[in-house]
C-alpha cells in the first residue's frame, strides 16, 4: 500500500449466536490482525446498522470488503446503503460448499474445521488485497 492510499476496510458479518458468523469474523480478525494489519482496517458493522456517521464517512471514502455469514448480506447491503465500494463479497456459505471437510461448529469458540474456514476466508481476501482490490465476489464458482 501507497502511502497515500487509505486501508482496505473490513466489515464482517454481525450475525451473533450464528456459526458462520462467528467464521465471518473470525476471518476479518485473521486478515486485520495477523496477515494485513498494515493495509486494512476492522469495521463491526453494527456502527453501520446504527448510522453511526464516522464508519459511514469511512466506507464512503474507501474500498470494502466484505463478509457475511448468511444469504442476507446484511454486510454488503449496509456498505451499499452507506455509499461504500465493494472490492470483495465473501458468502461463507458459498466458500463452506466448496470445503464441505470444513464443517464449522461452536459460536463463542469455533472448532477447528470452523478456524481453518475462516483461515481459507482469509486467504482468499488477501489475494484479493494484494491484487489490489480488483471487484468480485468470493464463493461463486467463476470467482474462487
Request: with cysteine; aromatic share 2%.
Amino acid at each position: 500500500m501507497n502511502s497515500h492510499e487509505e486501508p482496505i476496510i473490513v466489515v464482517p458479518c454481525s450475525g451473533i449466536g450464528k456459526t458462520f458468523g462467528s467464521v465471518s469474523r473470525e476471518a476479518a480478525y485473521e486478515v486485520c490482525d495477523e496477515l494485513r494489519p498494515d493495509t486494512t482496517r476492522l469495521l463491526a458493522l453494527s456502527k453501520l446498522v446504527l448510522g453511526e456517521e464516522e464508519a459511514r464517512e469511512r466506507v464512503r471514502s474507501g474500498r470494502t470488503v466484505t463478509i457475511d455469514g448468511c444469504k442476507l448480506m446484511c454486510a454488503a447491503k449496509l456498505v451499499a446503503q452507506s455509499g461504500g465500494t465493494v472490492v470483495r463479497e465473501v458468502a461463507v456459505l458459498d466458500v463452506y460448499r466448496q470445503h464441505k471437510d470444513l464443517k464449522p461448529d461452536g459460536i463463542a469458540e469455533l472448532n477447528d474445521a470452523g478456524k481453518q474456514l475462516a483461515r481459507v476466508i482469509a486467504g482468499e481476501i488477501v489475494k484479493t488485497i494484494d491484487g489490489a482490490g480488483a471487484s468480485s465476489t468470493l464463493g461463486e464458482d467463476n470467482h474462487a
